[in-house]
């Protein structure tokens, strides 16, 4: 017992670096922050979860947690500690790892405005809400990726949860080219998010998504897309304004489905001809999602798995043949291979862990996956609202429901639900990207100058348990997986994040499933005047958010302090890549060319 808290206390050395008291000070002194934590307290902490069922993406089981400096050191039933240590009761209630958003834009600078939730407003909410990390989008300044994200790098300084970047291309050249690398190999950033839409802004075109596709690779960086087809929503555009169709309304029309899933299937064929995995963010109509399930299903991808390199692995890492044997049943995901894999996983480091959850996480892919590897994101507001809040007579509560790919009709928030049931579609985002009535009210005469985005960060935790978990169309388990660890792992930073396990950061939130939340404008913590979601109810409350082994969310109450926050870098290469070398290598051999011919000498 001695030798396994050494480790995992050496675990926390490495894993948490506390953020310096001087820059959480100077915050303090200025009076900014909810509460009183990170102001001249230590973020040294010892807490004990007891009595809750704790909840993994394949596992439930009744234990208690115990947290010490940031990092989950132990999960086991009945656990013993000293009388320093927090203790909070979860008994009849759901202990889970925190979600992770994997969709923002805070500080955004966007139609001539910037988005009213910044790095600490927004991450706030979030905190309040259940979620203890998000990924923001970096927009290029200039169209130099450097200059954009020390921009955001700057925006970030206020933040008090921890946050990672992808990046957006909006042009390519040698020097993007050359960017792109750094951007990988040193500034921890694994994706890059391509706009088929905003013409004249962000657009790319094909030959840019192309090349794009390409580099993203070679880089072993995960390719996301924008899905709209932005000519045609121009034409879209121009079309509903000569109509005499000004109003929020015009929005929703001048962009139907039918342009999201021709620009959906547009990108996934060609990240299929590149042979490159591809993420489609906001999946908002049945259009795209269709796109996304028949490439799911095509087969344009071979499995490319070799069974006996993979036992080979295992074996290396497995000091016995009954951890071997659990962890290959797990491949098969039964709950009984599910429980014999934690028995046996309980003497193994946490880096030994992390090797052997990646090959896992590989051969389970390998041996399920036959189509393209296509990721697929529906957006809360996608799958609880319709768009008709878009024909309100109240321009600021129709203006509000304005954001890109729009809202859509009722029913296809239901098919939405239904393909994240049934796997078509993997984790929520948010797309929360805020502004304010007055910033909405720039487009009072012409909806092109609405500014684009909804909130949902604080929302989604909630929304997505009383949307999904209640009407019984997923599991508990399943909840987990599709708000943390399907993020955490398609951005390769499993099981340190998304995952309550010892050595896993302490980011955990308790949800009473017998509780009941309302959401309104008047008590969420975004600094935005409205809320889409207004007056909606629901059972399933966050009662406790825990950010790196730190209470911020409490009895109702939020202590938090900007510049706690942590960048969290995501490495390369996820078990999506797994394969595409030997996918790459059967496509060149299948080609029987170039074909040798004599060449005609009359």
Known sequence: MACRFYLFFSLSLLLFTPPSNSQSNQFCEAGIGYGEVGCGISSSTKLLIKGGTVVNAHHQEVADVYVEDGIIVAVKPDLKVSDDVKV??????FVMPGGIDPHTHLAMEFMGTE???????????????????????????????????ETYEEKAKKSCMDYGFHMAITKFDDIVSRDMEIIVKEKGINSFKFFLAYKGSLMVNDELLLEGLKRCKSLGALAMVHAENGDAVFEGQKRMIQLGITGPEGHALSRPPVLEGEATARAIRLAGFVNTPLYVVHVMSIDAMEEIAK????????????????LCALISYLPNLHQLISLTALLYISPSAISHFLKASQNLSFGTLNRVVKCISTARFSLRHIGQRVVGEPVVSGLVLDDSGLWDSDFTTASKYVMSPPIRASGHDKALQGALSNGVLQLVGTDHCVFNSTQKAFGIDDFRKIPNGVNGIEERMHLVWDTMVESGQISITDYVRVTSTECARIFNIYPRKGAIIAGSDADIIILNPN?????????HHSRTDTNVYEGRRGKGKVEVTIARGRVVWENNE????????????????????????KADASYLSSLNAPVKRSKSTT
């Not at 909070?88 to 209630?93: L, W």
């Not at 490439?295 to 993979?310: I, M």
Request: proline content about 4%; hydrophobic content about 40%; overall charge negative.
């Open 515 to 523: 509780s009941s939340f309302e959401i309104n404008a008047r008590s």
């Open 295 to 310: 490439a799911r299903k095509s087969g344009t991808v071979a499995s490319n798995f070799d069974g006996s390199l993979f």
């Open 88 to 93: 909070i009761d979860a008994t009849g209630k």
């Open 558 to 581: 939020l202590k938090v302090v900007p510049g706690s926050g942590k960048y969290i870098e995501m490495p390369p290469f996820n078990y999506l890549f797994s394969g595409i070398d």
């Open 115 to 149: 988005t009213i939730d910044d790095f600490f407003s927004g991450q706030a909410a979030a905190l309040a809400g259940g979620t203890t990390m998000h990924i923001d989008f970096v927009i290029p300044v200039n169209d130099s990726l450097i200059a954009g994200l």
